[in-house]
């Protein structure tokens, strides 16, 4: 085998395992999505690029988390905060999340929620209390005025539809962050 042959072979060889590589941490452990619609403004905006984390489910999911899901539609995926874990009593009275009897403290919707009582309005309307079945969380959007989540459509979601967590913003390139 020629000098040029052999070389052809070795450069053919690692092109072929760099795809096979990048297949897998594409499939298994981080993956990108776009960010569609405005149901997580503040936190995050339409057409911003995220990386996901697709490994979290060895450490399973912690309240607060930004979760990519799948919808059961084919090729659609949803993005929202995890607010309810399995087995979680959620309520909300007057703005005030509950979980488990508890006052949550959501300072990611803050803002939002100010502005909504300034005009003299909710900014997420009361419900419950649900009770979260095993193997199933309860999500929101944290522009509460315009999601469908848990509260109205979605329902609760079950575990397997989870694809990870967000990780970090890296498009558009001047407003990359970590997310949590």
Not at 30 to 43: D, H, K, L, N, R
Not at 90 to 116: H, W
Not at 169 to 176: C, K, N, R
Request: glycine fraction near 8%; charge should be negative; avoid cysteine.
């Amino acid at each position: 085998m020629s000098n040029g042959a052999k070389e052809l072979k070795s450069w053919l060889k690692a092109i072929v395992f760099a795809i096979v590589i990048a297949f897998i941490v594409r499939s298994f452990i981080f993956s990108s999505y776009t960010v569609e619609g405005q149901s997580m403004e503040p936190t995050l905006f339409e057409d911003e690029k995220m990386i996901v984390n697709k490994l979290d489910f060895i450490n399973s999911f912690d309240r607060g988390d930004i979760v990519i899901i799948k919808g059961l539609q084919e090729g659609i995926f949803y993005v929202k905060r995890l607010i309810g874990l399995p087995g979680d009593t959620i309520e909300m009275k007057a703005d005030m999340l509950y979980v488990n009897g508890q006052e949550v403290n959501e300072e990611y919707v803050f803002e939002r929620k100010e502005l909504a009582h300034t005009k003299g309005n909710l900014f997420t309307g009361n419900f419950g209390p649900i009770t979260v079945s095993d193997n199933q969380y309860f999500v929101m959007g944290d522009n509460r005025l315009r999601s469908t989540d848990s509260r109205n459509g979605l329902g609760l979601i079950d575990e397997d539809r989870i694809v990870g967590t967000s990780a970090f913003i890296f498009y558009p390139i001047d407003e990359f962050r970590v997310l949590k």
